[in-house]
């Protein structure tokens, strides 16, 4: 870590002594909380793509722009992986695993989905991989640019549409392969968690089971409290070490004090080792936050590199990091170490620039700015994050700043209900799992609770986002080794009761 | 009736023996066949709808156009009758009941759907009957003009929109009556079964159960035989004549022939009492088709006044006067002489017009051109229609003539269902009553046979286009009330199950 020059180290002291830690409001909005991805996550290149030890087809297939109405609009290419290197084929009504694609390129959740490929020759199965439209490939208009132009070529980019992709996409593949027989197990993480529950409910025909990773479905209206997330994330800091919980949270104002001097914002743009200016130190606290917020999401046991490369119990390594720092170090040097852990942990970065997307367009901001309407709030009692409210009308204002679009906040829960969801989920569903990992700011919208016989939730204290979706490892704790094998065994049972009841079926009648 | 012409006569009765029963291949398409709703049926004036014995509110509330984007389009105004006289409130719990309107006026349901205005105070529920979208009042652009100018704006009339609009009005008018605990009972006859029938599908979450009467859900693709329809409507008439059936057997023959010579048509239209000149022999054919597919539908035990005001049992009276003629009356004569219990019971009708929508542009033609894609067909062995087989590329033709739209002739099931349906429906579904007479040509494509403890079919011998929905009368048969008792008895159950589950809820929690 590069030093400080003497005098920026007297500012920082001063302001340490002088700043009240309550002096401003900060002005925030759940619009610069983090979304499932991240947004400097490195998408897969070629390389990347070819590094995958899973064999698959890229395929094409054409859709509806609009599968709700018949206004005559251009079609376009959604794009799927399959394989059926293992498939056993609809003779022996072979299941069809079916990964409900979220917000990014289908290759890069082929590639962090190594349950479903290691899965399916134990099942003799059928891998299927498709992309969620407007991401990777699978672009409307012919090109990221012109789908992503405006709000009337994003119009389109919504969760029902998505749905009737792969309802279509099931048929079609399930007639062309005569498998119309073969049972479909649908698989998806985080939003595609979202989508595979949403699936079983409207389109119950096309699949027999879901296995829902890191789904909050419940983190819509009033369902849950809109604190959930930021004091899960902070708690997960606490439980390491409460002088590290308490550094990030008397920071905000240190830096928020510094960005109102002359010189603050330079200050804080060498202190954190930023490629250009800071313009703002909201960039930076945005800039943190994403980060803290990630580390509670990727807080794996092991090392992995799903979002970014991170160690084993990342955020253990953050706050060792910053505590063990020499007494008398300033707080926003503590900061940037630890935050170094996550932003930079192979070491080969040597500036960081804050915003990779200088458009703004991005495909999840868009969902968010019309249907994924999530209140967020940081309670200034739980929270290591500055105190703030859910404000609806600042994100209805960003939203129609940014695309003319007009959120509808009480629209998801009106499709997909949630509201009650014991009652409702209990009466008309079945076959879903739950997995969720408490580390997980999300968990606190999941469903953390068995719901009936056949929906049913695994929980785990020590899991973070979806680690249960990825291949296994030579470092799995027993949990998670645990966790997978109950998942098996549930996936078992929705297909041996299936090919129970197609065998009944499929009895000659004695009599009628 | 006129007597005809002596060289009239010599002419039918030379055809009678001149012309081979085949000598011609009728070119016939599903698109000739009858929908649910009869054009000819007189929609409510503001007369009849002052003349119900009902009491509502009539009520307007602003729906997006297309639920499922973020297109830019101007929202609508939806019509809807409210009740809430006999309803007892939130506090009590009491109940939401709901038609869901189909292809019509929505005046015109709530006069022909007594059950549910009787059933209100019984329950102490609150009664409403939203419009579908494109019909009565509820039309998008601002009139029927705009609103059925062209494909671009009719886009939107669609199953899955008029869908949202109930899940939105629903979720709307609870959270405004705080009535989110009350449960939501859904009534459906015809297509607005169909529709009932799929909210339970696809908005569980909004209902409790519905009553969906004569809902042919599985008359599409190749679920059911297309030649159902027919072949019930056959049936019916074999069933009180074979000499009547017979006849009609006989006719299509001698009206195409005579369609094809010189003076023909001219004699046609005299015959049948037209008000303007026949301009083709099949004008005539579809229009006696869709007399003995009405009548077949409207056979009900007493007379009745849904799709015209007719006798009890009026496929027995038309066999009657058409048998019950002199020997040697030509079979035009017959024909006629029959058809007019359908189109002029009353007497009242000088002559008829053959098409009294000459714009061809009605909602259902629309509908039957894009997704309610239904096959038809007529058997040769067993039918008294002219035999054809289903024919997809000519009604693709037709529509692409019509409206430059191309039909999804497997997008219904996609996203409903349908093949399967006892495993699709028994493992998901829950608290639906099928109710089907099987006079009713439409209960071939509807379900039967019960599917699960909460999913039953009602099903009466003689029992035709959902009756029950009718209000009771002195006239009704034995069957007839004990089939009204048996849907009270098992909304009753839904209801009180659902009360039994709430009151669970409502205890405080003992402990944690």
């Given at each position: 870590m590069a030093s400080l020059p003497p005098i920026t180290l007297c500012l920082l002291l001063l302001l340490l002594f002088?700043?009240?830690?309550?002096a401003y409001s900060l002005q925030r909005s759940s619009r610069s909380v983090p979304a499932f991805?991240?947004?400097?996550l490195r998408l897969p290149s070629k390389a990347v793509g070819g590094a995958t030890p899973y064999k698959y087809e890229i395929r094409y297939f054409q859709q509806r722009?609009?599968?709700?109405?018949?206004?005559d609009l251009p079609p376009f290419r959604q794009r799927y992986l399959i394989s059926t290197e293992h498939w056993e084929g609809p003779s022996r009504l072979a299941p069809i695993f079916f990964y409900c694609g979220n917000e990014g390129d289908i290759e890069w959740f082929a590639a962090n989905t190594g349950l479903v490929w290691e899965l399916a020759p134990r099942f003799g199965a059928m891998v299927i991989f498709p992309e969620h439209r407007y991401y990777g490939e699978s672009m409307?208009?012919?090109s990221r640019e012109e789908a992503y132009k405006n709000a009337s070529t994003l119009a389109y980019l919504t969760s029902e549409q998505a749905l009737a992709d792969f309802a279509v996409l099931i048929t079609e593949l399930k007639r062309n392969a005569s498998a119309q027989s073969c049972p479909v197990i649908l698989f998806g993480g985080s939003y595609g968690g979202m989508l595979a529950t949403w699936m079983r409910l409207k389109?119950?025909?096309?699949?027999?089971g879901a296995l829902a990773?890191?789904?909050?479905?419940?983190?819509?209206?009033?369902?849950?409290?809109?604190?959930t997330f930021y004091n899960i994330v902070s708690n997960n800091f606490r439980r390491e070490s409460v002088s590290c919980f308490n550094t990030i949270r008397e920071s905000w104002d240190v830096i928020m004090s510094l960005g109102m001097t002359n010189t603050g914002l330079s200050l804080l743009s060498k202190t954190f080792h930023l490629c250009g200016e800071l313009k703002s130190a909201e960039d930076l606290s945005n800039w943190l936050d994403s980060a803290y917020s990630y580390l509670a999401m990727a807080d794996y046991p092991y090392p992995a590199d799903f979002l970014m490369p991170l160690p084993g119990n990342p955020i253990k390594e953050v706050c060792r990091r910053m505590d063990s720092l020499?007494?008398?170090?300033?707080i926003l040097q503590r900061i940037f170490e630890g935050i170094s852990v996550y932003y930079n942990y192979t070491g080969t970065v040597n500036c960081f620039s804050l915003?990779?997307?200088?458009?703004?367009?991005s495909g999840w901001d868009w969902q968010a700015c019309t249907e994924m309407i999530m209140p967020m709030a940081s309670n200034k009692n739980t929270s290591m994050f500055p105190a703030f409210e859910y404000d609806y009308k600042s994100d209805e204002e960003y939203c129609y700043k940014s695309y003319h679009v007009t959120p509808r906040p009480t629209w998801i829960t009106t499709e997909f209900?949630?509201?009650d969801i014991k009652t409702a989920l209990g009466t008309f569903g079945s076959n879903i799992i739950f997995s969720n990992g408490?580390?997980?700011?999300w968990s606190g919208g999941s469903?953390?609770?068995?719901?009936?016989d056949t929906i049913v939730a695994l929980v785990?204290?020590?899991?973070?986002?979806?680690?249960?979706?990825r291949a296994a490892t030579a470092e799995d704790p027993d949990w998670l080794v645990d966790q997978r094998a109950s998942e098996v065994k549930l996936i078992e049972g929705w297909l041996n009761r299936y090919l129970e009841s197609k065998r009944v079926n499929f009895l000659p009648l004695q009599s009628v």
């Open positions: 002088v700043a009240p830690p309550t991805l991240n947004k400097f722009l609009d599968h709700f109405s018949f206004a409307p208009f012919g389109y119950p025909h096309l699949s027999i990773a890191s789904a909050p479905i419940l983190q819509f209206e009033n369902i849950v409290s809109p604190d020499p007494n008398g170090t300033n915003d990779d997307d200088p458009h703004g367009m209900g949630g509201h408490l580390l997980d700011p469903v953390l609770e068995n719901i009936s785990t204290e020590r899991g973070a986002h979806h680690l249960d979706l």
